[in-house]
């Protein structure tokens, strides 16, 4: 009987990751990154990715075979734990964490005129509903007009 073989097999040293193809704005970030942070060079261009392509899913659209889709970036970091992945994120992160917060208060007092002018709507409709008359039950609420759309959740981020 010889040694028990392992489940995996061993995995070659890793590619250094190439951050000057992130580019003028990204590198240089990434590089101070690495010098105060010290994560791995890979988990720190993944978050300065996802940041960046957060950023600019507003701004821009990608036409692909005739469908329109977000620019967007999907991607998931596996490291070890220790290797900073947290930190590297709450950095990388930041702004938007702080435009999430921002966002919130203005959610909160939409929020509240939301529910105003949907219980206004809501009332109106079963005032209207008291009408007999089928027809004239239609007319009002389509002139009444759809109910109010609830403003959208402010949230950016999730995990």
């Known amino acids: ?6 489940l995996r097999r061993p995995l070659p040293d890793a590619v250094s990751y190439p951050l000057v193809a992130l580019g003028p704005i990204l590198e240089p970030a ?7 942070i010290q994560a791995p060079d890979a988990v720190i261009g993944a978050s300065l990715l996802a940041a960046a392509s957060l950023a ?9 075979d005739g469908r329109t889709s977000p620019i967007s ?4 970091t596996i490291a070890e734990s220790g290797e900073r992945k947290s930190a590297v994120d709450n950095w990388a992160l930041q702004a938007h964490r702080e ?4 966002s919130g208060a ?10 105003t002018e949907k219980r ?14 089928a027809a004239a039950v239609c007319a009002e ?16 981020l999730v995990g």
């Open 1 to 6: 009987r010889g040694e028990p073989e392992p």
């Open 30 to 36: 990434a590089r101070a990154l690495l010098g105060v």
């Open 56 to 64: 600019a899913q507003p701004h821009a659209d990608v036409h692909v």
């Open 73 to 76: 970036l999907w991607h998931i």
């Open 99 to 102: 435009a999430e917060r921002e």
């Open 106 to 115: 203005t959610f909160r007092n939409d929020m509240i005129a939301y529910r």
């Open 120 to 133: 206004a709507h809501d009332l109106a409709v079963k005032r209207a509903e008291k009408n007999k008359d």
């Open 141 to 156: 609420i389509r002139q009444l007009g759809p109910p109010p759309d609830a403003p959208l959740l402010p949230f950016l």
